[in-house]
């Protein structure tokens, strides 16, 4: 009985066994093989035609925001009509951007700005210089500085901005009040000391924890620490800064002496998988578990929405000792626009891009329904703006000539990543030799974009 | 004439043949053979998705395994699930197996109650474990700290993610619980008795009637368990992404593997490489690499089958 077994079912299994392995481990790559990018198209702007717009917003109030920003732009060009798709997802407008087609997008707008570089160089969205000259509008004079970095990639700018994000700080101006603090911290060295003094121990814990200094403290990433030290991330030739621009060991060395300052790595990590997530209403911040918080704009109105029992103040965050005079400054990023090149309605769609990000009552309008930055200079001076007055903060981070981002890079957000991997091993103590561990992950960076190029 | 005929008779039998296995071969054709040369084939290329595919050579071979700082931990983390979780989900599949068949009374009960979990969707489950075991405010964890037990950081602690991957599997034992059960219940009793007259023990009825008629189930367990493992993506990711508290959306960076790369698997570094760095070649390496081990593990498991055959033929 077992030897008639053996005969029947291992030999099944083993071709069985053999396909699934096979097939299963190649699944995955089976769509990644189809698709080109196609060339644009010289349309008429001036006929009756309909272009496709995909978006990733979904919540209520964004897609109602989004309606409405076609709305106008349909009103002032009645003969274009937008046929809009939301909630779509990075990896679906990809997709859709290599194999183009009538269903396809014409106009796309992503969260993730880091893959500029990519869609830029790869030429998947079509350089929008020649339409912004030929509308005359010179993009240096219309965005912000940052704004203006972050949509282009080796002189290709295939992204207008879209609203933004600015990263700003967050406090509990009732714990001030108790610790005797009067303002916010300016500098980085009066923030370590305001951070200590609102930390409450609790047995081997904290009744309250002046800040969440950790990478892993939701917002407090690399990035967002580094964009007050206004890093130089790459140099002429491309090659990572990491090791030579002092701006960065700066960043880490703050960072890391706040973990020791507030406790220990360990001790920190363990209170913060106690915590509720970033986007919960249990959020550290708003149940007055943490003290400060570098966030995003979006943070005021979730905090307030949760109803917390303290006052909540906002201010730029702090910059270092050595550079006070930029204080006001801060990381920026956001939403980008572009129109796919296999688009065959391209002036058609470029009317559709300059009007969502260049038009000052419609970034207003947009701005006011999605509560994001607004993406141009003269929208973040507009008195249409509708804001909580602790808002202002944000809108003045976004206007400083001083605040930076992260810049775009051909294999998209692939060296953040790098860094903030190191960050993760100094932070816990893994790497102790700071100064060779940033030129072994510049080295990193490198390579990792030359294998991209 | 007659020779003629023969030929004639005999294509149009072959012709008939294929016209039957048309629609394997057409699958085999499109689901297999097409994916595999495909991918051996942009493992030598430079392809972004975008532009048309150029000639790289050995480049991304080179930069998987000298440069890709994931590829060894990931690499090491899939053996050890290979290794340590397949096996504890084989003996734990039996055990279960064996413990519901000898039991007499609410044999439905238990065998529905060990089966439902695998019908849990795996991020429904994985998100769960992953609150159950939270080390601040997870209830076990709670439990251990009043039974004055030193409570593990599980999937916050790099040492303890991949035993609590393994727990979650185990907890999803339903279906190789199913499996052992017919093929325990399709033993011959008769062998069982014959055994006891012998004199046999019960590690000796064990060893030499159980494991050899259910051996090619055992063997069927492990092979696909270890198909599995090497595809293990959502428990892995999610739990990596709830633990952290960072939840990965559109814009955010992708984190490999929280806690220090402990939960990073093969399958995760085809989806960064392929759709996050937008690197086909490289992302067609690794999954070639999963594709030979499957190979390896398979081919090697299939030539030691004999080893669990131990009734001696």
Redesign the interface.
């Known amino acids: 009985?077992?030897?008639k077994?053996?005969k029947?079912?291992?030999d099944v299994?083993?071709k069985a066994?053999?396909?699934?392995?096979?097939?299963?481990?190649?699944?995955?790559?089976?769509t990644?093989?189809t698709?080109?990018?196609g060339s644009g198209a010289s349309d008429d702007a001036s006929k009756d035609t309909t272009i496709n717009f995909w978006h990733?917003w979904s919540a209520p109030n964004e897609v109602k925001a989004v309606k409405s920003l076609v709305a106008g732009f349909e009103k002032a060009h009645p003969n274009i009509h937008v046929n809009v798709v939301g909630n779509m997802?990075?990896?679906k407008i990809?997709q859709a951007?290599?194999t183009g087609g009538d269903k396809a997008p014409d106009v796309i707008s992503?969260?993730?700005?880091?893959n500029v570089g990519?869609f830029c160089s790869?030429?998947?969205l079509v350089d929008l210089n020649p339409f912004f000259e030929k509308s005359g509008i010179d993009p240096e004079t219309t965005f912000p500085k940052a704004m203006n970095e972050y949509t282009r990639f080796d002189g290709d700018r295939c992204t207008a901005p879209l609203l933004g994000d600015a990263y700003g700080l967050y406090y509990n101006k009732t714990a001030f009040a108790k610790a005797g603090i009067k303002t916010p911290p300016k500098t980085w060295s009066e923030f370590e000391a305001d951070a200590k003094k609102l930390t409450i121990a609790q047995g081997d814990s904290y009744k309250q924890l002046g800040f969440m200094p950790d990478y892993?403290g939701?917002e407090t990433?690399t990035e967002h620490y580094f964009g007050q030290f206004s890093p130089t991330y790459f140099n002429k030739a491309g090659k990572s800064n990491l090791a030579t621009d002092p701006a960065f060991e700066a960043g880490f060395r703050l960072q890391k002496k706040l973990v020791d300052e507030l406790g220990g790595f360990k001790k920190l990590?363990?209170?913060?998988?106690?915590?509720g997530?970033?986007?919960g209403p249990k959020h550290p911040f708003h149940t007055g578990q943490v003290a400060m918080q570098l966030d995003g704009e979006w943070r005021l109105g979730m905090a307030l929405d949760a109803k917390p029992n303290f006052d909540i103040g906002v201010a730029p965050l702090p910059v270092p000792d050595d550079q006070a005079a930029q204080y006001g400054k801060g990381y920026i990023?956001g939403t980008i626009a572009g129109i796919a090149a296999t688009s065959h309605k391209q002036n058609a769609a470029w009317e559709f891009v300059k009007y969502i990000t260049t038009d000052t009552d419609a970034v207003v309008g947009f701005s006011n329904g999605i509560h994001n930055v607004p993406s141009t200079l003269a929208a973040l001076k507009s008195p249409k703006l509708k804001y909580d007055p602790r808002f202002k903060t944000f809108l003045d981070i976004a206007a400083n000539p001083n605040s930076t981002t992260s810049p775009a890079s051909i294999?998209?957000?692939?060296y953040?990543?790098?860094i903030?991997?190191l960050g993760?091993d100094y932070e816990?103590g893994?790497v102790t030799d700071l100064k060779a561990a940033l030129k072994k992950t510049a080295a990193?960076i490198d390579?990792?974009i030359a294998?991209?190029k | 004439m007659s020779a003629i005929t023969l030929a004639s008779k005999r294509r149009r039998s072959a012709l008939r043949t294929l016209a039957f296995m048309s629609p394997w071969l057409i699958g085999f054709a499109v689901?297999?053979a097409?994916?595999?040369i495909?991918?051996v084939y942009?493992s030598f290329m430079h392809y972004?998705?975008?532009?048309?595919p150029t000639w790289s050579g050995s480049?991304?071979w080179t930069?998987v395994f000298e440069?890709y700082?994931f590829f060894w931990p990931a690499l090491r983390n899939t053996l050890w699930l290979v290794l340590v979780m397949v096996t504890l989900r084989v003996v734990f599949g039996l055990g279960v197996g064996m413990l519901i068949t000898k039991i007499k009374t609410g044999t439905g009960v238990f065998r529905t109650l060990f089966y439902l979990p695998y019908l849990a969707p795996p991020v429904a489950a994985t998100m769960a474990f992953a609150f159950l075991l939270?080390?601040?405010?997870g209830p076990v964890n709670s439990i251990l700290e009043k039974a004055g037990i030193p409570a593990p950081?599980w999937f916050?602690d790099p040492s303890w993610s991949k035993p609590a991957l393994t727990l979650l599997a185990l907890w999803g034992i339903g279906d190789l619980m199913v499996i052992f059960m017919a093929a325990l219940l399709d033993v011959?009793q008769e062998q069982y008795e014959a055994a006891e007259l012998d004199g046999a023990s019960a590690w000796q009825r064990f060893r030499f009637v159980t494991l050899?008629?259910i051996?090619?189930?055992v063997?069927?367990a492990v092979?696909?368990g270890v198909?599995q493992t090497?595809?293990y993506y959502t428990q892995p990711l999610i739990a990596g992404k709830v633990?952290?508290?960072?939840?990965q959306?559109?814009?955010t960076?992708?984190?490999?593997g929280?806690p220090?790369k402990s939960t990073l698997t093969l399958?995760q570094l085809?989806?960064n490489l392929?759709?996050?760095?937008?690197?086909?070649g490289?992302?067609?390496v690794v999954?070639l690499v999963?594709?030979a081990l499957?190979?390896v593990f398979?081919a090697f498991l299939?030539r030691r089958?004999g080893g669990l055959?131990l009734?001696g033929?």
């Open positions: 009985m077992p030897e077994s053996w029947v079912i291992p299994s083993r066994a053999v396909a699934l392995a096979a097939s299963a481990s190649l699944a995955l790559l089976a990644a093989c698709g080109q990018s990733a997802t990075d990896d990809n951007l290599r992503s969260f993730t700005t880091n990519k790869s030429g998947a892993h939701w990433t990590e363990t209170f913060r998988s106690k915590l997530d970033e986007w990023t294999n998209g957000g692939v953040l990543t790098t903030q991997q993760y816990s893994k990193q390579t990792d294998q991209a | 689901f297999f097409y994916p595999l495909s991918t942009f972004d998705g975008f532009r048309p480049k991304n930069y440069h700082p939270n080390p601040g405010t950081g916050n011959p050899p008629n051996a090619p189930i063997m069927f092979v696909t198909i090497m595809q633990a952290s508290g960072v939840i959306g559109a814009g960076q992708f984190e490999p929280y220090d399958p085809v989806y392929g759709f996050q760095r937008f690197d086909y490289s992302a067609c999954a999963l594709f499957s190979m398979t299939m089958r055959n009734a033929d």
